[in-house]
Antibody, heavy 117, light 110 residues
Framework: EVQLLESGGGLEQPGGSLRLSCAAS????????MNWVRQGPGKGLEWVAT????????YYADSVKGRFTISRDNPKNTLYLEMSNLRAEDTAVYYC??????????WGQGTLVTVSS | QAGLTQPPSVSKGLRQTATLTCTGN????????AAWLQQHQGHPPKLLSY???NRPSGISERLSASRSGNTASLTITGLQPEDEADYYC???????????FGGGTKLTVL
């Protein structure tokens, strides 16, 4: 059974930093393209970042480019999202999602990030 | 990044049929179609359909998807109370190298 478990969310002040983790199991993590998608309160889904299986290629939404860094540790089956210079508009539930071909087939339960003073 | 276009809300009666639409362009929906996700309040998204009309195991046969040009559609027949949820379409945009999502359609079952 595929499982994705996010952690690391919490309350942070504007300008602060947070590191999210996503522990994966039930599939070959090292062969999978992984993604972060977020959902602001009462809003729709917004893609944040994508990383290739080996970690050599990364892609970012314009809204987070230069502030967020996606990475992975394949031996630990873990995906990360380093977030810095946080803004109020980064407040959201952050989901990690696994890519299968050209669609996202499994999603984690999400972790809530709140940016507020 | 530009998103896909979905109507904000659709309301239908119990046991009726609802068709949800999603419009993109030739770089996303028109390229390899769209996937559809269902989200109940307080829960993560769940994949319903991919590559236009493939359903993951366990997804009801009352759901079917299709695509015509740059517009994808999800049809749900015999609406049940549990179908009341938010529905999102998604696609990989080859020109943006980014996932794009629709704004979501809130389906209400009357």
């Amino acid at each position: 059974e595929v499982q994705l478990l996010e952690s690391g969310g919490g309350l942070e002040q504007p300008g602060g930093s947070l590191r999210l983790s996503c522990a994966a199991s039930g599939f070959t993590f090292s062969n999978s393209v992984m993604n972060w998608v977020r959902q602001g309160p009462g809003k729709g889904l917004e893609w944040v970042a994508t990383i290739s299986p080996g970690g050599d290629s990364t892609y970012y939404a314009d809204s987070v480019k230069g502030r967020f860094t996606i990475s992975r540790d394949n031996p630990k089956n873990t995906l990360y999202l380093e977030m810095s210079n946080l803004r109020a508009e980064d407040t959201a539930v952050y989901y990690c999602a696994k890519r299968q071909l050209d669609y996202l087939d499994y999603w984690g339960q999400g972790t809530l990030v709140t940016v507020s003073s | 990044q530009a998103g896909l276009t979905q109507p904000p809300s659709v309301s239908k009666g119990l046991r009726q049929t609802a068709t949800l639409t999603c419009t993109g362009n030739s770089n996303n929906v028109g390229n390899q179609g769209a996937a559809w996700l269902q989200q109940h309040q307080g829960h993560p998204p769940k994949l319903l359909s991919y590559r236009n009309n493939n359903r993951p195991s366990g997804i009801s046969e009352r759901l079917s998807a299709s695509r015509s040009g740059n517009t994808a559609s999800l049809t749900i027949t015999g609406l049940q109370p549990e179908d009341e949820a938010d529905y999102y379409c998604s696609a990989w945009d080859r020109s943006l190298s980014a996932w794009v999502f629709g704004g979501g359609t809130k389906l209400t079952v009357l």
